[in-house]
Every structure is written in structure tokens, then in C-alpha cells.
């Protein structure tokens, strides 16, 4: 167990829908970061934050977007959901956001869009 | 931009062989952070190591071994003595120091099966 808490675990839902992904992470770290996994992209970075500021952006669509709150917990939110945005999405952790930093990874939101 | 190639897609095994996952990366930047993970069918990703540009000692954790030369941009990761439960999706993942910015850039992924 990472100590990094997702929620929930599965999510299905429909076309053109919304949802909201949740994650705490581990106690006393500062950074989250929020991967994508498909089996056609591989594990994608989304975006990070840092104390609850956004601190690093990767591959992240315009309909996804992500917040860290004052508690340190996290939640990503995806709009105008696509077949395509069926994937596992990772929250990891880390102390503070730096390089050499190893992250710790929650167990994953599956996501199914039909 | 940062790359990592795992060219190896798939490997099988048998039960107490020894297997070799490979891992090639690029990038521009001298001080860089290379990491193995590894994912069991259970899906989560686990931490199994780290380890920096400016130091290219290999390093052995029990039956777990890395191999890491800046010369051929290469941080391979031996198993001896495969067991089942070795079953699992490696990744090899690269980071740069960026200040508090930091993210992992992951290869595909080797998936190794290990059969009793």
C-alpha cells in the first residue's frame, strides 16, 4: 500500500458526460501529480501540483482539468467525455515535487466511457 | 525533449531463469533521474528504484539488479531466479530537474511473464 488514496476505483459513463476524479495522497507530501494509461498511449503525465498550485503541465486536454486544495487532495476533472478517454487514471505523490523525488502511486481510477 | 525506449515488448520465462529488461533513454540534460516501476495484474504501480546521472554504480537488491552506463544512455534491470510472482508490466522512467517541476516520462513497458 503507497499510502496515495484514489477514488472510486471504477467509474463508467457515457458519451459527452462529466466526472470527477479524487485522490489523497500520501501524509506529508506536498506534490500530486495525475498520470493517463491507455494501451495506445502508454502512461501519460497530465499535470502536477505542487501545495496547491500547478506547478508542471504535460499531454492534457482542454476538457480536463485539475485542482489541489488547501487539505492537499486532488481531483481531476473530465468534461465532454470521448470513447477515447477510456483509460486508467493514476494519482502519484511525492515529498516535494522534486526530480530525484520517487513518486508513489495510488491504485488507479478505471475509467469506461460507452 | 526526453525519451525512453523499452524495446522489448513482452518476455516469458521460466521459473528460476534469469531475464534481462532493457531500457534505453534520451536527453540533453547532464543531471537526470532514471526510475524502475513495476506493475502486477493488480494494476498499481510500484516504486522499485532510483537512480541518478552522476552515479553509475550498478546496484543489487536481492535477486533484483540494475545496470546503469551513461555511455550507451542504458539502465537495464536483471532479475535472477525469476519467480512467479515476478509476473508483472516493468516500466523504466526518466526525469529531469526542473526545480519544484517534475514529471516521469515512461517507456511502454515490458510485460514479463514468468511460468512454474
Known amino acids: 500500500d503507497s499510502g496515495v488514496t484514489q477514488t472510486p476505483k471504477h467509474l463508467i459513463t457515457a458519451t459527452g458526460q462529466r466526472v470527477t476524479l479524487r485522490c489523497s495522497p500520501r501524509?506529508?507530501?506536498?506534490?500530486v501529480y495525475w498520470y493517463q494509461q491507455s494501451l495506445d498511449q502508454g502512461l501519460q503525465f497530465l499535470i502536477q501540483?505542487?501545495?496547491?498550485?500547478?506547478?508542471a503541465k504535460g499531454n492534457i486536454l482542454e476538457r480536463f482539468s485539475a485542482q489541489q486544495f488547501p487539505d492537499l487532495h486532488s481531483e481531476l476533472n473530465l468534461s465532454s467525455l470521448e470513447l477515447g478517454d477510456s483509460a486508467l487514471y493514476f494519482c502519484?505523490?511525492?515529498?516535494?515535487?522534486?526530480?530525484?523525488?520517487?513518486?508513489?502511486f495510488g491504485p488507479g481510477t478505471r475509467l469506461t466511457v460507452l | 525533449a526526453q525519451k525512453v525506449t523499452q524495446a522489448q515488448t513482452e518476455i516469458s520465462v521460466v521459473e528460476k531463469e534469469d531475464v534481462t529488461l532493457d531500457c534505453v533513454y534520451e536527453?540533453?540534460?547532464?543531471?537526470?533521474?532514471l526510475f524502475w516501476y513495476k506493475q502486477p495484474p493488480s494494476g498499481e504501480l510500484v516504486f522499485l528504484i532510483r537512480?541518478?546521472?552522476?552515479?553509475?554504480q550498478n546496484e543489487i537488491s536481492g535477486r533484483y539488479s540494475w545496470n546503469f552506463q551513461k555511455s550507451t544512455s542504458s539502465f537495464n534491470f536483471t532479475i535472477t531466479a525469476s519467480q512467479v510472482v515476478d509476473s508483472a508490466v516493468y516500466f523504466c522512467?526518466?526525469?529531469?530537474?526542473?526545480?519544484?517541476?517534475?514529471?516521469?516520462?515512461f517507456g511502454k513497458g515490458i510485460t514479463l511473464s514468468v511460468r512454474p
Open positions: 502519484a505523490s511525492s515529498v516535494d515535487g522534486r526530480a530525484f523525488n520517487e513518486q508513489f
Open positions: 501524509s506529508g507530501d506536498l506534490s
Open positions: 501540483y505542487y501545495n496547491g498550485e500547478e506547478r
Open positions: 536527453t540533453r540534460d547532464t543531471t537526470y533521474y
Open positions: 537512480r541518478n546521472s552522476f552515479d553509475e
Open positions: 522512467a526518466l526525469s529531469k530537474p526542473t526545480g519544484a517541476n517534475s514529471k516521469l516520462t
